[in-house]
């Protein structure tokens, strides 16, 4: 349970309904939004809010409540849903609360007002509300509603809740609905998306024959969608057969998205072939269901795929008429790619990270451009980041370079320092000791941290000059690091930083420090 903030109940009152009503104008979104502000509300101030005259500041007090989860709450939400409260929004936010605070005590009271609460929209909200208890004693009653209730709001929500359940008595009905032709086509498709929230192997089967003859193509979309939830690995080949068929690109961003949800291995080919689809979404699209996939194989498509975006990019940053939209797109893109390409096999991506790191800096003299380069830099930091796992030889050099090391931003600088030190390159700690003295703090400690890893001790002199440092973070970098080194020329300085630093995580480095070098001086 989150903590909260309780208040003396000698300090109740109107005053102490004034936190509720600031955030009444709010609404619950803005509220989850700003949830500093909602946590600071006393617990108090908000159970005598559901006693409040106003019914706006009792129905925000009970959707606060089930926001935080209070099961203190519960027997005072039980007590307005049974009293004389006749406000519809008053209950309905009381309802809610009860669902989500998840407390089995109000299942007996959720019930009976799914069979006896006279308002249909209430009887909806409280089937709501059994499905977020996730209590497998709940099922009884919405099946109930599903099979006998009238109104067609309640019988819609109960099919929607169903697939709250991971039961086989939820599926069954959710497949007679979905595959019955008969059925009105809004309520179907309702049992076709509820059908994948159970996640229940039963659920394939009737999917796939409504994948296999959709009433209506509107279907295919959450039909799609629902065999990936399931992870249905039966679903891949019919899946890829519709990818071959449609034209529709909805369609076809779905079928991707599952068969990367699957991760069956059969659907690597085709995953591959949609590397050169024209919509940039579904390329976006595949790389990730690649990435999902996991295969070392497919780096090597990855890495054309990558460095051909690459060049597409290079080549728009120098056309003056190019779209920054496009550019974006392909930058984002090219992300994914990367970060997959790491995973997958960094050595393999060299070129593609070559090629993103060595893209040219723009100006960014609109918004547009503005965002070009936010996305631009992402995709360069990813490629820095790569080049050190790639260990070649190649990537060392640009590593060392002006687009790595050398490089203006003097975050890109920290990265590069970071992936220079686990390139094995020989003469790593040397290139990299002189980065102690950059202008950048966050470059100097990932210097220093980056040499009390390497392990050689010719860098412990150049360390000596972090212990002095104005910034807290490079003097316990540079610290641990000689530690790691178990170099004692600077033990005097060690004492004096473990004993006085201002900063307690440079005194807990500090007498760490001391502890490594006293270790290593102990060892033969």
């Known amino acids: 349970m989150k903590p909260v903030i309780r208040s003396s109940p000698r300090r109740l009152g109107p005053a102490l309904l004034a936190g509720i009503a600031l955030l009444v104008p709010l609404g619950v979104d803005t509220a989850l939004a700003c949830r500093w502000e909602l946590e600071s509300i006393p617990y108090e101030a908000l159970i005598e809010g559901l006693r409040a005259a ?14 935080r989860t209070e099961r203190d709450a519960v027997p005072a939400l039980i007590a307005v849903v049974q009293g004389p409260e006749e406000d519809p929004a008053v209950l309905s936010a009381a309802y809610f609360a009860l669902g989500q605070i998840g407390e089995p005590s109000a299942l007996p009271v959720l019930k009976d007002c799914v069979t006896s609460e006279d308002r249909p929209e209430l009887r909806a909200d409280c089937l709501t509300a059994l499905g977020d208890l996730h209590d497998p004693d709940a099922l009884a009653p919405v099946l109930d ?18 697939g709250s359940f991971p039961d086989a008595a939820a599926v069954a009905p959710l497949a007679a609905l979905a595959t019955d032709g008969d059925a009105d086509a809004a309520l179907r498709q309702r049992a076709v998306q509820a059908l994948g929230r159970t996640g229940m192997a039963e659920a394939a089967a009737p999917l796939l024959a409504t994948l296999a003859h959709p009433v209506d193509a509107a279907e295919l979309v959450p039909t799609v969608r629902s065999l990936g939830e399931i992870r249905a690995k039966e679903a891949a080949k019919p899946l890829e057969a519709l990818l071959a068929q449609t034209s529709d690109p909805r369609i076809k961003a779905e079928i991707v ?10 659907s690597y080919p085709t995953l591959l072939a949609m590397l050169d689809d024209p919509v940039p979404a579904l390329r976006y699209l595949a790389i990730e269901s690649l990435h999902a996939l996991g295969k070392p194989e497919a780096a090597g498509p990855l890495n054309r795929t990558a460095t051909a975006m690459a060049e597409e990019i290079r080549q728009g940053l120098g056309d003056p008429e190019g779209s920054p939209a496009r550019l974006v797109v392909l930058a984002r893109t090219l ?17 593609a990270m070559i090629a993103t790191a060595t893209l040219p800096e723009i100006d960014a003299a609109s918004t547009p451009l503005l965002v070009v380069k936010t996305e631009l830099f992402e995709s360069r930091r990813i490629a820095l980041h790569g080049l050190g796992s790639a260990r ?6 640009v590593l060392r370079g002006p687009a790595g090391v050398g490089e203006a931003d003097y975050r890109l600088r920290a990265v590069a320092v970071r992936s220079l030190a686990i390139s094995g390159e020989p003469e790593a700690a040397a290139q990299i ?13 990932m210097a220093a941290l980056s040499l009390g890893r390497l392990g050689d001790r010719a860098a412990a002199a150049a360390l000596g000059g972090g212990l002095d440092d104005e910034n807290a973070r490079v003097r316990r970098e540079a610290t641990l690091a000689l530690g790691y080194l178990g170099d004692s020329s600077q033990r005097a300085q060690l004492v004096a930083l473990a004993e006085g630093d201002p900063s307690r995580q ?5 007498s760490y420090a001391l502890q490594l070098i006293d270790e290593a001086e102990a060892t033969p």
Do not use: H, K
Not at 335 to 351: Q, Y
């Open 54 to 67: 106003d019914a706006t500041t009792r129905a925000r007090s009970a959707q606060f409540l089930g926001l």
């Open 145 to 162: 509603a599903y099979r006998n209730e009238a109104s067609p709001l309640v019988r819609g929500r109960a099919v929607d809740v169903l």
């Open 257 to 266: 998205i599952a068969l990367g949800a699957i991760s069956d291995g059969s």
């Open 335 to 351: 992300s994914a790619a990367l970060r997959a390409l790491i995973d997958l096999d960094a050595a393999a991506g060299a070129a």
């Open 392 to 397: 070649t030889a190649a990537a060392a050099e």
């Open 433 to 445: 000791a002189p980065y102690l003295d950059d202008q950048a703090a966050e470059v100097r400690w």
């Open 506 to 510: 440079v005194r807990e480095a500090a």
